[in-house]
């Protein structure tokens, strides 16, 4: 995926989560991408919000959204039902857009006019860059409505950000008695010349088989390599 499906997929949504840290803790707020370039994604805040202050800190943020419904329904079994869709995540590095450098991206590009628009009515607003991460979007039909698995995960990066490992992987210590592979709801395990693997991209990393391997062969595996 590159910058532009990124930032498409953001922009779909609307109104997305953005997560900072504050002395330790966890914050977050509702707000909007409104721009990107080759540089990244931009989104606003007013100088006067702890948003700003988290950001300047920090200058860590990390951005997520739903598409295309956050209610929740349930189904005939009284369970959660979620319609087919996507969420989107990224995290990753900020840096603070000065003025002048906004109104010069506005000239060869006028999605930025709205940021320069925005910032003319309110002087106390400025505009924020997220130029280094990495993230994922996680595609779900959980009732296999359009398809025979439940997900479709693609990782992406940008700005020299790495992709992070996170999930579950299947180790030597398999004795390949194929009880993963039944117990997986998800269709993320099969059979390779008598070795069982799985497939990141449909993995949900439910645990389920993890929980039924009698010989301990699968590997919870957790870390983040930009950190
Ligand atoms: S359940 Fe464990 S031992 Fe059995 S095939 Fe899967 S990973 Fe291998
Ligand atoms: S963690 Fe869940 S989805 Fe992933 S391979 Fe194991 S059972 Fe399947």
Redesign the pocket.
């Known amino acids: 995926m590159n910058i532009e499906d990124i930032y498409k997929k953001f922009d779909k949504i609307g109104c997305l989560t953005f997560a900072t840290i504050d002395k330790g803790t966890p914050q977050t707020r509702i707000a909007h991408l409104f721009a990107y370039d080759h540089e990244g994604l931009y989104f606003r805040t007013m100088i006067t919000k702890p948003f700003y202050e988290q950001l300047s800190k920090t200058k860590k943020a990390s951005i997520c959204g739903m598409y295309p419904k956050t209610s929740v329904s349930y189904n005939w079994e009284g369970m959660p039902y979620f319609p087919p869709g996507y969420t989107i995540r990224a995290t990753g590095n900020v840096r603070e857009i000065p003025f002048d450098v906004l109104k010069e991206k506005s000239v060869a590009d006028e999605m930025f006019l709205l940021g320069v628009k925005d910032i003319e009515k309110y002087p106390a607003m400025t505009t924020f860059c997220l130029y280094e991460a990495w993230g994922e979007v996680y595609d779900f039909d959980y009732e296999m409505e359009h398809r025979s698995h439940k997900l479709l995960r693609e990782g992406f990066s940008f700005g020299g950000a790495l992709i992070p490992f996170r999930?579950?992987r299947i180790t030597d210590a398999c004795i390949s008695c194929g009880k993963?592979q039944a117990?997986?709801?998800?269709k993320?395990?099969s059979q390779h010349e008598g070795k069982f693997v799985?497939d990141h991209t449909?993995?949900?990393?439910?645990?389920?088989?993890?929980m039924v391997c009698p010989a301990g062969a699968?590997e919870i595996v957790a870390g983040d390599p930009n950190s």
Not at 202 to 210: F, K, L
Request: some cysteine; charged content about 15%; overall charge negative.
């Open positions: 999930g579950v993963c117990g997986c709801s998800f993320a395990i799985i449909r993995c949900d990393a439910c645990g389920d088989c993890y699968i």
